[in-house]
């Protein structure tokens, strides 16, 4: 760990719940164990939780879910859920039998028994297979959920791990094929390789046979380094093969290497900028910022999206010259980039709303054509094939199931897939798309989805969500359980656009960074205040809901705002701001938050840091603080210590701390399924009994 500054030293000299930051302490587990027995004792007493359970689990397992595809080797693969697999199955079939209403599945691996037979709780975290054969895979496995994995060979001829095969020890990790018999990969290789933040910055090359004592050293970041060093390797359909090194020097900026036959050479990329793809032997980059690469050339917008030549990349990797392929309007913001084998496939936002092209690369550059699909809908990029110009598409919104669509770049087809069967009765609610004025006079648009004929009486019980922060787009989603348990219960939905998201391009992201967060949490509280001059609801019946960030949003909202909501749902939260870069992969995030080692930021992140800034006396609304044990990237000692500090001081709250799941409400769909009936109990007490 870096040094701690002079000033968090004093905060955590005078932190009387440190103990609570050894997270497999028998003291602390034995502390989560009494919490969690006292909570669900209300919550699970409840005579509602029992159906909202019910339904919950029935919509988590269903079968007629959509199976999201995935192309490998010309088949579509899929990683599976439900009641009868609740581990997981990896199974694959072919692409005209995808589409049918009951697809004739192989199973590949069955997670489950692997986990029995292994004695181990695997939770599957991907796949990386080697182009373009795609007949050897590597598979990454978390023990209960944590980012950190195991890596083991799999061969999909004969659906088996691979004796003798490559098999990467528990390490939060990255890794990629060169070629058959060689990985180039990121991992703890031992003291003094991995940043502040837990990720490793030492890139090497391991031949099949090696030990990983031998693997050669390609690439090395610094152990400064808020994030990680990570390779990729990119391979076009014409069989162009780049080998791209990442190093997050921040979680927003970076250093680009291009793996060549003189080793790592450094890409002259500006330092906000991601390499995408790889498409007839051109890069794909979009940008962060703007970036003029010659002294008085052109300049590309900040959005934007542009291409390299791969050959003269490589051949002189100081003065590249792009090309431009999108730029984003003033409303507009990218989404998602993916290559077929001989297009690129795009989504974007505009005013919230998707969009999907698809750009066809000519000898003066792109041409671009719009593929027509639903509007008013999110739009996202699902899958694209390698093999030819195939790509899955998903459109949803707030009413509307989520559909697949399967789109031919070459031909310019599009024909639908899949469909969600409705799993709500959407027949008498209707979506709203409203705007509140933040503090500085900014517009902040939010959505509203509620029943058709509301009573604008301030007594409709209502959840508002947001996130606001990493440039994350808030988009407009179908969720079964929001409908089910929510919404057909007369309770009202609200989505928040506020700043520190992506939704109108990089530049809404950075007005909310660092010292500026101020904003993020005026504009949810100026939408918060909208919805209750509309009389939509009122304060009584407004609830809030956000995890991790947003459970940093929720810890501040809770206490510069208590007299505007009645139920505050803190999920998988950071609320130590003064010890964040000391926890868990804290560190990684001194870009989007700032550093307790600069004052002026120290300052700030003292004044607004939930676990800081907590006071015994004032009427809180009593929140419900949900944590996993084994998220090893926000970690459960924020939320811990926070509902400590709120026992010692007599503050009412409820807390529930899963054992397993990560980052996120659960290792399997049970799991999740509980977590979203307690959430779902809690709001039905506070808001509308």
Known sequence: ??????????????????????????????????????????????????????????????????????????????????ADHVR?????????????????????LDLDALSKAQGANWVWKGVTCQRPAETRCLLSLSDGGEDAVTVREFDLSTGRFVDGGFDLSHSKQDVDWIDRDTLILARDWGPGTMTASGYPFVVKVLHRGQALREAATVVRGEPTDQVGTSPHTLVDGDGHRAIVITRGVTFFEFQHYLVTDHGAMRLALPSKSTVEDLVAGRLIVSLRQAWTPA??????????????????????????????????GPREALGDVGATRNRLMVTTLDNVKGRAWVFTPIEAGWSKAPLALPDDSAIDLIATSDRDDQAYLQAQSFLTPTTLWLSDGWSGSLSKVKSLPPKFDASNLVTEQFEAISKDGTKVPYFVVHRRGLRYDGANPT??????GFEVSMTPSYSAGIGKLWLERGGVYVLANIRGGGEFGPA?????????????????????????????????????????????????????????????????????????????????????????????QRAFLASISPYNNLKSGVAYPEPFIFTTTKDDRVGPVHARKFAALMAAMGLPYLYYENTEGGHSAGANLREAARTQALEMTYLTMKLMD
């Open 508 to 600: 809404w992201h950075e007005a909310a960074l660092n010292v500026n967060r101020q904003r993020a949490y005026d504009d949810f509280a100026a939408v918060g205040r909208d919805l209750i001059s509309r009389k939509i609801t009122s304060p009584r019946r407004l609830g809030i809901r956000g995890g991790s960030n947003g459970g940093l949003l929720m810890g501040v909202e809770f206490e510069q705002h208590p007299e505007l909501w009645n139920a505050v749902i803190i999920d998988v939260p950071l609320l130590d701001m003064l010890r964040f870069e000391q926890i868990a992969a804290g560190a990684s995030w001194v870009g989007e938050y700032g550093s307790v080692s600069d004052p002026t």
């Open 1 to 82: 760990a870096p040094p701690i500054a002079p000033t968090a030293q004093a905060a955590q000299a005078t932190d009387p719940y440190l103990w609570l930051e050894d997270v497999g302490a028998k003291r602390s587990l034995d502390w989560v164990e009494a919490q969690n027995a006292r909570s669900l004792k209300v919550l699970e007493g409840d005579p509602r939780y029992a159906p909202l359970h019910a339904q919950a689990l029935e919509l988590a397992e269903a079968k007629d879910r959509i199976p999201r595809p995935d192309f490998i080797g010309g088949e579509v693969f899929n990683f599976w859920q439900d």
């Open 295 to 328: 002294p008085g050339g052109a300049t590309f917008p900040t959005g934007s999206v542009v291409s390299l030549d791969l050959a003269a990349a490589s051949a002189d990797p100081e003065h590249l010259s792009p090309t431009l392929i999108w730029s984003p």
């Open 463 to 468: 959840l508002l969500y947001a996130y606001g």
């Open 88 to 108: 997981g199955v990896w199974r694959a079939t072919s692409v005209a039998d995808y589409a049918a209403v009951t697809p004739d599945w192989r199973t590949v």
